[in-house]
């Protein structure tokens, strides 16, 4: 659902709706369980099956929970993207492009499962990021990267600039090392590549990329013109 008041917006991840509920659920089904092996051995395969049931739906569930109250809160300052291994703020003026990614599937477009966001200057957001969401980005965006390669059949020159990721990133004036130079060398490869430095996964979205993308930019604009305003 998103919410939008007084100036301000918030996005809870539809992944993340009925997460204590499951929880519950899943606990009561392995207690059952439980039960069942004890007291009723002749009932062990249903046993099992609710055994299963219940391990997988707790993981599930955990998953859920665990996962920040928000995923994206706006203000009349920036965006921030929270992540369960922490967050990032990004500036309006500093935003450039907010689109759905998109990538070519023969004659015709493929739309990625993602918000990218293009940013005039990467200094903010390593400034921001921590080493900790650095890398956990990194990881998951192995499958985005992947695609990424895929557009181009020049496979050796990605390979020269993956390489570089291990080098320190001198951009702006600023020098950055060890995780945030690689999270910096990787953004601004995926923006020669697909167009975007950032990417934020439609599971941390509370509605369709193109919809939610709609949404930030026309609040984007909103708040650019208030603080225009004498």
Known sequence: MTEQRNGHFSIVAATKRNGITLTVISALLLCVSLLIFITARHWFGPGLVLFTLGAVGLV??????????????????????????GQYRLDWENIQRIDVPRVSQGLDSLDLPFIGIKVKKINPVLDSISPRLATGLLSEQRPLLMTAAAQDDTLESL??????????????????????AMF???????????????YIPADALDDEPVVVARRLREFKALQLSLSNQP
């Open 60 to 85: 599930l569930g955990y998953a859920k929970v665990s996962q920040p109250p928000e995923s994206l809160k706006g203000d009349a300052g920036g965006l921030v993207f929270f992540h369960r291994r």
């Open 159 to 180: 390979e020269t600039q993956l390489g570089a990721e291990f080098t320190p990133l001198l951009t702006h004036g600023e020098r950055y090392r060890g995780v945030l």
């Open 184 to 198: 910096g060398h990787r953004c601004l490869l995926l923006d020669k590549r697909l167009g975007y430095h950032l």
